[in-house]
């Protein structure tokens, strides 16, 4: 077996020749590949056709598999940004690498598809001249779509030819090379090893690739959202050392969780609840966030002032990364009580230096050893469940 692919992968690198070959060929057929700008406002006829119509079909038949930061090719279709920013074949778990590799998170370690390809993610959509013939040709959605159509699931009791272990080998064609992967693989279309779409999500799915593969802005938070985001940036962007404190420590228990806010949520019972992250930003309240990415969230923020703001979480939900937790009046009046009410002294805020900054135990001296423990305690499903849940779909 190992043999086998070790020869596969042989084969590739000897025909990769060819491979250059067809890239000038899409080049000269269609122009050069260029970013398409696909998000227009929420409300405009084109997004909504991506709401209502193609991201169910995403979400039905694609997210399950395409959805965690270890997905195949690293291929997120949970949320424009995934499907913009494309794949990459670098594997996220590698266990013969020696050192930490750069982490490649969606929303965090690139902001634009520009800075995705400039670390080596290559487009699944079409980014040559936008016209139908080039949409579909060109389009790698569209040619694994075809492709499954081509060859259906094979009629076998028991399915052969597809791997689904979490450490298989993976090709992740761009463009350039998919006829050979087609070549090699005729079954591997998507959805993988999956039962095929059904014609009419296919058909769905194919005019509106062959249209340009139009996405959408995100949706407008709503007045009460707003309002929301703005009682919480405030409290937890209090100038006060104890808050700055208070917050660092808040963050650093909750920067995996979804959180929402369950008062507003309970007034609007038949809207979708909407998440937002918990992030470390360089700017205050008011600006637009700059996030501070860090391998870690104790690490080294590299600013003078940590700014903890809430974004919105624009990706569909699955439930391997979903840790729902809620905000509400009562929950603020509780941090309050527990942190903010007793009278203590911060003195100075703790060091970002590993020592310190990675045992909570010395970050956190400062904060009474009762509001700790309370705060535990009433949070101990979900800091548990961190451990279990989390962006990568294994661990
Ligand atoms: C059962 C899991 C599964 C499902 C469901 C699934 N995929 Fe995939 N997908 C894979 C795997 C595995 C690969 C990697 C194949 C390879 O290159 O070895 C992949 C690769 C891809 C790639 C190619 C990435 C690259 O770098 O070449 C695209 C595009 C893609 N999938 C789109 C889709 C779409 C669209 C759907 C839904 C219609 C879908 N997938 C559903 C497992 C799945």
Known sequence: ????????????????????????????????????????????????????????????????????????????????????????????????????????????????????????????????????????EAGLVARLLTQKKAHPLPEQKQLEGFDFKVDRQQQCPTIENIDQYQADYPTWGMPYGMPALSNKEHNTLMSWLSDGAVMTAHQPLSKQQIKQVKIWEAFLNNDSLKQQLTSRYIYEHLFLSHIYFSDSQKATPNSPIQFFALVRSATPPGLPVKRITTRRPYDDPKVDRVYYRLVAYPATI?????????????????????????????????????KVSANPMTAFASLPVEARYQFMLDNAQNTIMSFIKGPVCRG
């Open 1 to 136: 077996m190992k043999l086998k692919h070790f020869g596969a992968l042989l084969f590739i690198s000897v025909i990769s020749g060819c491979a250059v070959y067809t890239g000038l060929n899409y080049d000269q057929l269609f122009g050069k590949q260029q970013i398409q700008s696909r998000t227009p406002e929420y409300n405009s006829k084109a997004a909504q056709r991506f709401v209502r119509e193609i991201k169910p079909i995403l979400d039905n038949r694609c997210v399950v598999c395409h959805a965690c930061y270890d997905a195949p090719c690293q291929l997120k279709l949970s949320s424009v940004e995934g499907i913009d920013r494309g794949a990459n074949k670098n594997l996220v778990y590698e266990g013969t690498r020696l050192t930490a590799s750069n982490p490649t998170r969606l929303f965090e370690d690139a902001q634009t598809t520009q800075e995705w390809r400039d670390i080596g993610f290559h487009p699944i959509l079409n980014e040559r001249s936008q016209i139908p013939e080039a949409n579909l």
């Open 318 to 354: 699955v439930d391997k990364t979903h840790q729902p937790y809620a905000f509400n009046d009562e929950k603020l009046k509780r941090i309050q009580d527990l942190f903010i009410k007793p009278t203590y002294q911060v003195d100075s805020l703790p060091s970002y230096k590993a």
